[in-house]
């Protein structure tokens, strides 16, 4: 008689047991290889989605307990194919993250002008990249974040950024000139500034990773957080398990407290 008291006294307080003060989560991770976890290795039975045991999603995932996660992204993924993923997504998801945009604006094949030929070459497809980012992105973001609110209404929507690849100056001595490595940087910055305007237009909140990136990517005194040309090469400009871990899931966690 007298335990029971005490509970509902606690109770009463604001002092319920943990299990019941923790609510759950089902949380969903959409997008490309940034969200799949490409670089960072340990991808189990994934396939060529390539998703890594060592996604920020995984890792939010193993640090929440209680949380229902389905992971959904896949390598390579464009907007179009994000819509499939939605697609497959519960609607009962709480919590959905995003990385999106990036393939759609040719980030392959900028990197593929911008090793094999020269300055001017790389300028020129970057900003071919950055009209399609800032003239044609938008509507197709604007579908994708719909989508997610009408399939799970009650979802906190997230969207990430990408990081800025290259420091510039920095410690490379080989390999792209430093005049293509900001035209890369300033495609990403354009990226960036599209998906937080598109995300905020949706009352998505956006959480940015470059400066999580700054100091950590390539040609930085560390150059932890991002694989440079490697093999496989598919995950070149990918981040690496570090690279999910403290460019990525850190200021995830930080932005939703």
């Given at each position: 008689?007298?335990?029971?008291?005490?509970?509902?006294?606690?109770?009463?307080?604001?002092?319920?047991?943990?299990?019941?003060?923790?609510?759950?989560?089902?949380?969903?991770?959409?997008?490309?290889?940034?969200?799949?976890?490409?670089?960072?290795?340990?991808?189990?039975?994934?396939?060529?989605?390539?998703?890594?045991?060592?996604?920020?999603?995984?890792?939010?995932?193993?640090?929440?307990s209680g949380t229902t996660f389905t992971f959904l992204a896949?390598?390579?993924?464009?907007?179009?194919?994000?819509?499939?993923?939605?697609?497959?997504?519960?609607?009962?998801?709480?919590?959905?993250?995003?990385?999106?945009?990036?393939?759609?604006?040719?980030?392959?094949?900028?990197?593929?002008?911008?090793?094999?030929?020269?300055?001017?070459?790389?300028?020129?497809?970057?900003?071919?990249?950055?009209?399609?980012?800032?003239?044609?992105?938008?509507?197709?973001?604007?579908?994708?974040?719909?989508?997610?609110?009408?399939?799970?209404?009650?979802?906190?929507?997230?969207?990430?950024?990408?990081?800025?690849?290259?420091?510039?100056?920095?410690?490379?001595?080989?390999?792209?000139?430093?005049?293509?490595?900001?035209?890369?940087?300033?495609?990403?910055?354009?990226?960036?500034?599209?998906?937080?305007?598109?995300?905020?237009?949706?009352?998505?909140?956006?959480?940015?990773?470059?400066?999580?990136?700054?100091?950590?990517?390539?040609?930085?005194?560390?150059?932890?957080?991002?694989?440079?040309?490697?093999?496989?090469?598919?995950?070149?400009?990918?981040?690496?398990?570090?690279?999910?871990?403290?460019?990525?899931?850190?200021?995830?966690?930080?932005?939703?407290?």
């Open positions: 008689m007298c335990a029971a008291l005490g509970v509902a006294l606690l109770t009463s307080l604001g002092f319920a047991s943990t299990a019941n003060a923790v609510e759950a989560t089902s949380y969903v991770a959409l997008g490309d290889s940034y969200s799949s976890g490409v670089g960072a290795g340990d991808y189990g039975d994934s396939g060529g989605c390539k998703r890594s045991a060592n996604a920020y999603g995984q890792l939010y995932a193993n640090a929440h896949c390598s390579g993924a464009k907007t179009g194919d994000v819509l499939t993923q939605i697609d497959s997504m519960p609607s009962d998801a709480t919590l959905v993250t995003l990385t999106v945009g990036g393939n759609d604006a040719g980030f392959t094949d900028v990197i593929t002008t911008c090793t094999l030929n020269g300055d001017d070459a790389c300028n020129d497809r970057v900003n071919t990249a950055k009209s399609y980012v800032q003239d044609t992105l938008p509507a197709l973001l604007d579908k994708v974040y719909a989508a997610v609110k009408s399939k799970a209404p009650d979802a906190k929507l997230v969207v990430l950024s990408y990081p800025r690849f290259y420091t510039v100056p920095g410690s490379c001595n080989v390999g792209l000139s430093d005049a293509k490595r900001s035209a890369i940087n300033s495609g990403a910055d354009t990226l960036a500034s599209v998906l937080s305007s598109r995300a905020s237009a949706a009352g998505a909140q956006f959480v940015d990773v470059r400066s999580d990136f700054d100091g950590h990517n390539i040609c930085s005194s560390a150059s932890d957080y991002l694989h440079s040309l490697t093999y496989p090469v598919d995950e070149s400009y990918h981040p690496t398990a570090a690279g999910q871990r403290g460019g990525y899931y850190t200021p995830l966690t930080s932005a939703l407290g």
